[in-house]
Nanobody, 124 residues
């Protein structure tokens, strides 16, 4: 059973925008911090953005000013709004739900639920 399902990936050109969605089928979605991580082949998953239950947001330095994260608790969905895309943004983007007991929103080890990923490819 897939509890987190990403959608919205695709092939775009540099400078374009894209919105990723993550539909969650988990209990108490609104109380979970949700995040997006990106992974390229041969590398570990890297933190991109997170949003806490109170709406506080956290962004990696490389995406500040270009990406935003939001959530809609009414439909159990978290979004990653990607603007001014660059070729270096090309990656498989994963949605994740943080453990209640974990404190570091930036660490992949803090998250216990993961989606299957959505591929984003940016051509230059």
């Amino acid at each position: 059973q897939v509890l987190l399902r990403e959608s919205g990936g695709g092939l775009v050109q540099a400078g374009d925008s894209l919105r990723l969605s993550c539909a969650a089928s988990i209990r108490a979605f609104s109380s979970r911090t949700m995040a997006w991580f990106a992974q390229v082949p041969g590398n570990e998953r890297e933190f991109v953005a997170a949003i806490s239950s109170d709406g506080s947001t956290f962004l990696a330095g490389s995406v500040k000013g270009r990406f935003t994260i939001s959530r809609d608790n009414a439909v159990n969905t978290v979004y990653l709004h990607m603007n001014s895309l660059k070729s270096e943004d090309t990656a498989l983007y994963y949605c994740a739900a943080k453990k209640y007991t974990a404190h570091d929103v930036y660490a992949a080890s803090s998250y216990d639920l993961w989606g299957l990923g959505a591929q984003v490819t940016v051509s230059s």
